[in-house]
Structure formats: C-alpha cells, structure tokens
C-alpha cells in the first residue's frame, strides 16, 4: 500500500487511517495465518417442519454418557463422542408452527411492540459477528435456500436478524455462494471505487432528503425515521468495509473448490453448501455462518411425492416413512460435514473442528409441537465437554444454549432474547 494511497483514505470521510494501519498485514493474508493460535469460529445450522420425534429423540431416561442414538441420529455414530444432543429447550414465545427458524437465534416475542402484529431482535449469530467479524473479509455470511417458506421457515431472508431486529439476505443457492466467497471482480479497481462513490452519493443525497421531513413528525413516524437511519448508518459500515477490501484479492480456501452446477437442488445442493461453508473458515473469508437448509427440495430428492408440510403432519404410515428417512439423510449430511471440519488442519496442527461451536437443530419439535426444540451441539470452538446427552428443565429457554455458547466462545455478553442464564452442565 502506497504512501498516496494511504493519503487518499486517510481523507475518507467515513475511513479512519488508524484502524486500517492497525488492520493493514490482515489486508494480504488471512489473520489466521498470522496467529500462533487460530481463530474460534461459530456455526448455526437450521432446518424446518422440525423431526419425527419417535425416532430423533434419545430415551429421555438415559442421561449423560450412557446412551444410544436413536434412529434418526444414528448416521453420527462415528461422532458420537463429540456431540451434545440437548432435550428441554424451547422459545417461549413460539406461536408459530411453521415458522422454523424466525426466531429460531433470536428468542424473540413477536408481539413486544404495542400495535405491532410482528418485531424480531438480534439473532445470536449477529452478536458474535460484532466481536468476530472484524478481521474477516465478510462479518458473517449466510447461505440459505429457495422457497423457504415451504421448507418450514417462516418469515425472514436468512437464520439472521440484525440488531434492530430486520432480516439479513443469503445466499439462495450454491453459484451464488460460490461467487460471493471466493470469485475475484475483474472489473479495474478504479471502476470499481467509482462504483462505491457513486453509492455513497445517492446515499447522503437520500440521508439529506429523509432529514429534511424531520419537522413536525409525530412519535411514531419519528421511531420510524430513526430505524430508517439506522439502515443508513448500517449500509454506511458495510460500504466502508468493503473499501478496505477493494483491492485484496479474495483468499482461497486450502482444498479447492470447484463452481457448482447451476441445476442442484436438494441433497446434492446441502452437500456443496457444507463444502462451500468448510472452505469459507478454510480461507479466513468469515468466522460467523448460518445455513437456513432446504427440505421441500430435500425429500423430494429422496423420492418423495408428498409436501414437506404434509410430512410435517406425520402419522403412521408413507408419511412417517419420509419424515424418518428426511432424518436419516440429514444426520448422514452432518456427519459428513463433521468429517470435513476434523480433517481440515490449522497452521498450529489442530483440527478446523477444535475451533469451531457448531448448532444443528430447529424452532419446531414435529408436527404442531414447539417444546422440546431439536438440539444437537458440537466442535471444540466454545469448550463444552461432549459426548453426552443433556435433559434440561421442561421450557429451559433456547436462548439459555445460545449465550452458553456465545460466552464459551469468547464473545462478550451479558444475556440474550430471553436468556435466565448459562447452561453450566455443558462443562461439568
């Protein structure tokens, strides 16, 4: 980086010179690379319509150590001794039963706002994104899928939700995932500032414009204009994060990967996105990522011929057949995923694994049922003490799990959505 072109950001009126000097050795390798010891990393994975209950569950009667995986976990045998599967745990103010992952990280009352039908709040992977995405080319990065809602979703672009409570877009679909992580812009360098000023343009001149009608507002209007601003000031920071990588050529993860098929969906589409999530900690590009995953598109990969809603309604019979062989196939996707991030080694010789606080589970238990909400934690990132299955007081709030597994990782918090405290069994 040149003298001038030190001055020329230096007069940025939105890039302070000292916090990049501070970042500068960052801008050509990842900060991985440059630590004796690697980064910790957080992982949200969720899924909709929730699990056949008869057959995901572990007897609750068997705590600790001693007990078997059932059927619908069985594919992550092999891991068994570096999972947690957790019963007990619920968001309380779960109303929704298609809504598997709305407030999922969030724990959120959609009613808290007065005259207000729906409000969300920060969602636990954004929180460790404020500490964690500051060395990284993307804060966070979320994948996603297509047609979420009748994957069980519910409503929102991706598992993340920002600190005013807006959803976070993803990314829909392995190319577009692809391209964002790892494919270079060829477009020269001063095309592409140009490009950023211009934004930056119509954004004070809309800035200008919405502060010009400040006058003569009432209260809510004017709650309203300051959430606008707030959307301001947060596309503000992202256009000043993305001029401080302009020029940085996007790190390539350490087993290459190829360009998706355009055409993938699915099975085939939840395998490339695990790989495209293991390359992206690989290069350093992000250390904070959810996977809201597919499950229409995924049971119907399998050979179904019914809905992921009518799955979702089980009852003995087809389909308990295709909500029990969903299971199957998504634990044998898991284990994969596990089998990836063990044999990815960090400078220091240890495993991407050792490094990484992984959740897997949803919002919705089966069928109508809210309870007991899926959970299965896993890497060595936040500490916990694994192989062992946990059955915490009925309507334990979920968000007990998420600040567990926030403060096991280092990010400094006090509580989150409607946390009562810690789940300390996770290290005992």
């Known amino acids: ?29 990842s900060a991985a690379s ?3 010891t690697p980064p910790k990393r957080m992982v949200f994975l969720g899924f909709g319509w929730g699990v056949t209950k008869e057959s995901w569950y572990p007897d609750r009667a068997t705590v600790g150590r001693d007990y078997e995986l059932p059927a619908g976990l069985a594919p992550l045998k092999r891991h068994q001794g570096d999972l947690t599967v957790i019963q007990g745990l619920n968001n309380q103010f779960n109303n929704e039963a298609h809504w598997g992952s709305t407030f999922y990280l969030t724990g959120a009352n959609r009613y808290a706002e007065p005259g207000q039908s729906f409000s969300n709040t920060i969602s636990a992977d954004q929180v460790a994104a404020e500490q964690f995405g500051k060395e990284t080319r993307f804060t966070s990065v979320q994948l996603g899928c297509d047609n979420a809602e009748a994957s069980g979703h519910g409503p929102g672009l991706s598992l993340a939700w920002n600190r005013q409570g807006k959803p976070i ?13 790892f494919s270079d812009d060829n477009t020269p360098l001063a095309d592409r500032q140009a490009m950023l000023r211009d934004q930056r343009s119509v954004l004070d001149t809309v800035l200008t414009d919405a502060r010009s009608v400040q006058r003569g507002l009432t209260k809510t209007d004017i709650d309203k204009l300051d959430e606008y601003f707030q959307s301001i000031r947060d596309i503000e920071t992202r256009f000043s994060k993305e001029e401080q990588w302009l020029d940085v050529p996007k790190s390539k993860p350490k087993d290459p ?26 290069a350093d590009a992000t250390r904070v990522l959810t996977y809201r995953q597919p499950v229409e598109t995924f049971i119907r990969s399998l050979g179904a011929t019914i809905t992921g809603h009518n799955m979702s309604h089980y009852q003995p019979g087809m389909r308990m057949e295709v909500s029990e062989m969903r299971d199957r196939k998504q634990s044998e996707l898991f284990a994969g995923l596990l089998d990836k991030l063990k044999a990815s080694r960090e400078p220091d010789g240890s495993s991407l694994f050792d490094h990484v606080c ?28 694994h192989g062992r299955h946990l059955v915490m007081p009925d309507k334990t709030p979920l968000c007990n799990l998420w600040l567990s597994l926030l403060k096991g990782s280092g990010v400094e918090v006090e509580s989150h959505g409607d946390s009562t405290g810690t789940i300390d069994e996770l290290w005992t």
């Open 358 to 385: 992984l959740s897997y589970g949803s919002n919705i238990q089966s069928i109508h049922y809210l309870d007991n909400c899926p959970t299965v934690i896993t890497g060595g990132g936040a500490g916990v003490k």
């Open 1 to 29: 980086m040149n003298t001038r072109r030190r001055f020329l950001r230096s007069t940025s009126a939105l890039i302070a010179l000292p916090a990049l000097e501070s970042l500068g050795f960052r801008r050509f390798a």
């Open 257 to 282: 990967v190829e360009e998706p098929p355009s055409e993938v969906e699915g099975v085939e589409e939840v395998k490339i996105m695990y790989d495209l999530l293991v390359a992206a900690l690989q």
């Open 34 to 36: 440059q630590t004796a």
């Open 169 to 181: 877009a993803g990314l829909n679909n392995p190319v577009a995932a692809y391209h964002r992580l």
